[in-house]
């Protein structure tokens, strides 16, 4: 399967610690992407690291990619209430292949 | 705004019936796409377009069939409509190539009753 699984399904933590969520994958990649999904709303592009990459920051999300593992993770530092969303991985595979394939999401709840 | 702006946001209907969602994008994007995500948040593709050229068709039932009129359009049309095809339907679009994000709508939910 090309997409992503998450870890954990569900995260629950106090404002102010840090979220990590994990994301596998089984095939080559030419990218991995994180988005955000607060309830009921679209997804929201949150970061994108390319396979040749080991870490990208963007504010407070820290992605890491370990491509020998086939794994990445999202780290959130500081949480904030309004972090709580569903967050998903997103597998662009190699070639031309147009298609993002998504995982089944980490829903991330932070309590004020 | 620049947006991906897809209609309706909410569809009630009958088993049976034949309903369309629209969607647009002002971004100038090149690559158009539908996702379908169940109860269970999972996300699977179903179409995607590059400029007006459909290049992505997941298995999806013939009952469902995109329209792309030009490339700042994308619009999704469903014939006789069944249960299981209730879910929230979302429209998204990216520039064409493999270093870019998606930009997302907010999302048509369709119950069919």
């Known amino acids: 399967s090309q997409q992503g699984e998450e870890d954990p399904q569900a995260l629950s933590i106090q404002e102010g610690e840090n979220a990590t969520m994990n994301c596998s994958y089984k095939?080559?990649?030419?990218?991995l992407q994180w988005y955000r999904q607060n309830s009921g709303r679209g997804l929201v592009h949150l970061i994108l690291i390319r396979s040749n990459e080991r870490e990208k920051h963007s504010g407070r999300l820290r992605v890491t990619l370990d491509t020998s593992k086939k794994s990445s993770s999202l780290l959130i530092t500081a949480s904030r209430a309004a972090d709580t969303a569903s967050y998903f991985c997103a597998i662009r595979s190699g070639g031309s292949n147009y298609k993002l394939t998504f995982g089944k999401g980490t829903l991330l709840t932070v309590n004020p | 705004d620049t947006a991906v702006s897809q209609t309706p946001k909410y569809l009630v209907t009958q088993m049976g019936n034949d309903k369309s969602i629209k969607c647009e994008q002002n971004?100038?994007?090149?690559?158009m796409y539908w996702y379908k995500q169940d109860s269970k948040k999972f996300l699977k593709i179903m179409f995607s377009y590059n400029n007006k050229e459909l290049i992505i068709n997941e298995t999806v039932p013939n009952r469902f069939s995109p329209k792309s009129p030009d490339k700042a359009h994308l619009n999704l049309h469903i014939n006789s409509l069944e249960l299981g095809d209730s879910a929230v339907y979302f429209c998204?679009?990216?520039?064409?190539?493999?270093?870019?994000?998606?930009?997302f709508g907010s999302g048509t939910r369709l119950t069919v009753v």
């Open positions: 998204a679009s990216s520039a064409t190539g493999n270093s870019y994000g998606y930009t």
């Open positions: 971004l100038g994007h090149d690559t």
């Open positions: 095939t080559s990649i030419n990218n």
